[in-house]
């Protein structure tokens, strides 16, 4: 499979530009040039930038906002000075966003939400085309809904069409269904270009790294698995919380017959398999462990899929750099970090 020279271990900058407070405090604090060097002393070659329209977009105005332009650009300027790369990310549409099914609703048939979209793309290309050298570029985070494949499909066309007339060469990252679903990669089209990036987010098994997350429905929030998952305990959840297996295991059963030896190299086989055929990469734009999980079971969850990366040959970014409930250099995972930051 094609490698992805240049971001190959990353991390995610998560809760700054995206799911943050806009308060200028905030921004000026959360991440510094200090976080930038120390993302790059841990070894990684570039890092991911969520970003929320907020922060980019007057959506009263239809203007740029630049206040998060300005963070936007800081960020870049500092991963030039310590040699990173940067996946700009829009984490949050005008109408869309992974975690609100409410606020979402309709926005893959409202032409005016989609052509706002592309109009910010069509704003951010321009601004940043100059920096296709350093920079990929990911259309939408995480669609959720198995039921939108050709309607995400055909605005996703869409959106490459603007990006290209701006940014003829910038790497574009493409996620399927399914919070970008390991094995909805399979409903993505042939790529539009030799610049078109697969993209997957993994976090199986969900009852593993989400364990006691207060957002997943119907999670009791002192539940608590290790890894590798105990069979019968992985059971009893999924039939508390069903929303664990609706993803990219399946059912129960069909997970219990995957989470064995091996369970990454051959979780990620068929989106290989894909890339391999229309001789694209593959990447991994999230990964990581809630930090309610035990240290040890999360060190081997860490190394496990790691070793599937480094198989396959598979850039990443971990979830997340710094708070967020998964931040690697928060107190939890102080302990095990040294071997930890080892296996990004």
Same mark, same amino acid.
Request: with cysteine; proline share 3%; glycine share 8%.
């Given at each position: 499979m094609?490698?992805?020279?240049?971001?190959?271990?990353?991390?995610? $900058?998560?809760?700054?530009?995206?799911?943050?407070?806009?308060?200028?405090?905030?921004?000026?604090?959360?991440? @510094?040039? /200090? /976080?930038? @060097? %120390?993302? @790059?002393?841990?070894? =990684?070659?570039? $890092? %991911?930038? +969520? #970003? /929320?329209f907020e922060n980019i977009y007057d959506e009263k105005k239809m203007c740029d906002n630049p206040i998060g332009y300005k963070y936007i650009d800081l960020c870049i300027s500092w991963c030039k000075k310590h040699n990173l790369n940067v996946v700009l990310d829009l984490h949050k549409a +005008?109408?869309? !966003?992974?975690?609100?099914? /409410?606020?979402?609703?309709? &926005?893959? !048939?409202?032409?005016? $939400?989609?052509?706002?979209?592309?109009?910010i793309w069509d704003r951010l290309s321009k601004r940043y085309?100059?920096?296709?050298?350093?920079?990929? &570029?990911?259309?939408?985070?995480?669609? !959720?809904?198995?039921?939108?494949?050709?309607?995400w499909n055909d605005l996703a066309l869409r959106c490459i069409k603007v990006i290209r007339k701006n940014a003829p060469n910038v790497k574009i990252l493409y996620g399927g269904v399914g919070y970008s679903s390991v094995l909805a990669v399979k409903y993505i089209p042939a790529p539009y270009d030799n610049n078109i990036i697969f993209n #997957?987010? =993994?976090?199986?098994p969900m009852a593993f790294t989400h364990q006691g997350a207060p957002w997943v429905e119907k999670m009791p929030v002192d539940f608590r698995i290790g890894y590798p998952v105990d069979e019968n305990k992985y059971r009893e959840i999924c039939k508390i919380v +069903?929303?664990?297996?609706?993803? !990219?295991?399946g059912d129960a059963n069909n997970a219990l017959k995957l989470l064995k030896e091996n369970f990454f190299i051959n979780l990620f086989k068929e989106a290989v398999d894909l890339a391999n055929k229309y001789n694209v990469a593959l990447y991994c734009g999230e990964y990581g462990v809630i930090d309610r999980a035990d240290l040890k079971s999360s060190l081997a969850w860490i190394k496990h899929i790691n070793d599937a990366f480094n198989y396959y040959g598979i850039g990443r970014a971990l979830w997340s750099y710094k708070k967020m409930d998964f931040g690697i250099i928060d107190d939890h995972y102080k302990e095990i970090f040294d071997e930890m930051i080892k296996y990004l």
């Open positions: 094609i490698k992805l020279e240049g971001f190959v271990k990353g991390v995610n $900058l998560g809760g700054w530009l995206s799911q943050g407070s806009l308060d200028i405090k905030h921004l000026d604090s959360f991440i @510094k040039e /200090d /976080d930038i @060097k %120390r993302i @790059k002393d841990m070894g =990684c070659d570039h $890092l %991911r930038l +969520p #970003v /929320d +005008p109408g869309y !966003t992974f975690d609100d099914f /409410d606020y979402s609703e309709g &926005f893959f !048939t409202n032409e005016k $939400l989609m052509k706002l979209f592309l109009d085309a100059k920096y296709s050298d350093m920079m990929m &570029f990911e259309m939408l985070n995480e669609v !959720t809904s198995f039921d939108v494949i050709n309607e #997957v987010h =993994c976090y199986e +069903p929303a664990l297996t609706n993803g !990219t295991l």
